[in-house]
């Protein structure tokens, strides 16, 4: 996917592309998840969009639901979306920081064996 350590890093426009799009697909993740956690919250507890939305963001930003959930369909898909959120939030930093991490060891090569 990425340049190997014997190739030229990518021009600076190449590498910004790379950012952009590494950016878009986090954000597409969480627009997903966001939409995801708003369903649930509305079909499993009966909340209204906007409180929905509310647990669904603070779950998914590692604040825990504003409400608790009052059924047992609710506390499951609660549990269960919040452990999904915390596995989202960690792909969502590997998407947006592997291109600068990779673009700096490739600077030092730091992949060589020690």
């Given at each position: ?5 014997s ?55 590692g ?52």
């Amino acid at each position: 996917m990425y340049e190997s350590r014997s190739q030229k890093p990518i021009s600076h426009a190449s590498f910004v592309h790379r950012l952009v799009v590494h950016g878009l697909w986090a954000t597409a993740l969480l627009v997903g998840s966001l939409a995801v956690g708003v369903a649930g919250y509305v079909g499993f507890e009966g909340l209204s969009w906007v409180d929905a939305f509310l647990n669904a963001a603070m779950l998914l930003g590692g604040m825990g639901p504003v409400n608790p959930p009052q059924s047992f369909g609710g506390k499951l898909f609660a549990g269960l979306f919040a452990l999904y959120a915390g596995l989202v939030f960690i792909v969502t930093a590997a998407l947006v920081f592997a291109p600068l991490l990779h673009r700096l060891m490739h600077h030092f090569h730091w992949d060589e064996k020690i």
